[in-house]
């Protein structure tokens, strides 16, 4: 049985209206279907609907030296009731860990980042953070690597999603010797890769300047599930009708 609610009487439709919507999900990811069962009194109304996800996925067109594929992207919100945590500041040489100990994916909000002194993060599971304001990484800071310290061998870039809220424009500066492994997705912020940083990942971003000895690594010919960044859970996704049937019963 698919998920159902009932709506509350006053707040949808005629008064003393009744309404029972099922949900279901189809053989495509981006496209829901809604059956809708209305009465009031003796009269019975059915409306079927098939919807599509307006927004698609930032991520899945972005090719081999593309990297800089944003400018125009979907709005896009963070889920409701997220609390934002202040700055995420990573400093010294230590070790920080997100993430949830079991392995399930964890949603973050934070109003900025900031990176130095060789700090490292390792993640216990797979992180999206919503971040609401600049993002500075630099002095040999590894944002998601597999191990404590050593060769600072990196993570899987799919576990680690940068996702900067609505059409806001925030700074994000990867400098120094920092190493960033993950994706980043700001089509209305511009991105400085300098020094000797190093990003391995997908962005989509309004601008994006690469100096230096900087590099920004093309992940995606070994590392295709890259191109297939979903949604975070809980995002806010428009959705519009494909198919309408309504009809009496």
């Not at 709005?75 to 609390?83: D, F, H, I, K, Y």
């Not at 870039?157 to 500066?173: K, M, R, S």
């Not at 400098?175 to 990003?199: C, E, K, L, Q």
């Not at 230096?212 to 010919?221: H, I, M, W």
């Amino acid at each position: 049985m698919p998920p159902s609610f009932t709506s509350a009487p006053g707040l949808v439709g005629p008064p003393h209206a009744r309404y029972e919507v099922w949900v279901a999900d189809d053989e495509d990811p981006r496209v829901k279907l809604i059956v809708a069962l209305g009465s009031k009194n003796s009269i019975r109304r059915l409306v079927r609907l098939r919807v599509r996800q307006l927004q698609s996925n930032p991520f899945e067109n972005i090719l081999p030296g593309d990297p800089d594929a944003g400018g125009d992207g979907p709005v896009l919100n963070p889920p409701a009731g997220l609390e934002c945590l202040g700055i995420l500041h990573l400093t010294g040489n230590k070790t920080y860990y997100l993430g949830n100990p079991d392995g399930s994916p964890a949603t973050l909000c934070y109003s900025g980042i900031l990176a130095d002194g060789q700090a490292r993060l390792v993640l216990l599971s797979p992180v999206s953070l919503w971040v609401l304001g600049d993002i500075y990484l630099s002095g040999g800071s590894a944002l998601n690597v597999a191990a404590d310290g050593g060769d600072r061998v990196g993570g899987d870039p799919l576990d680690l999603l940068i996702w900067v809220p609505g059409q806001w424009a925030v700074e994000i500066d990867l400098s120094g010797n920092t190493r960033f492994h993950g994706g980043i997705y700001a089509p209305g912020s511009a991105v400085t890769i300098a020094g000797t940083a190093d990003m391995e990942g997908a962005m989509v971003v309004g601008g994006i300047s690469v100096t230096g000895d900087a590099t920004l690594d093309e992940v995606y010919s070994y590392h295709d599930p890259m191109a297939r960044i979903p949604w975070p859970e809980g995002a806010q996704l428009d959705y519009g009708p494909v198919l309408y049937e309504s009809g009496a019963l």
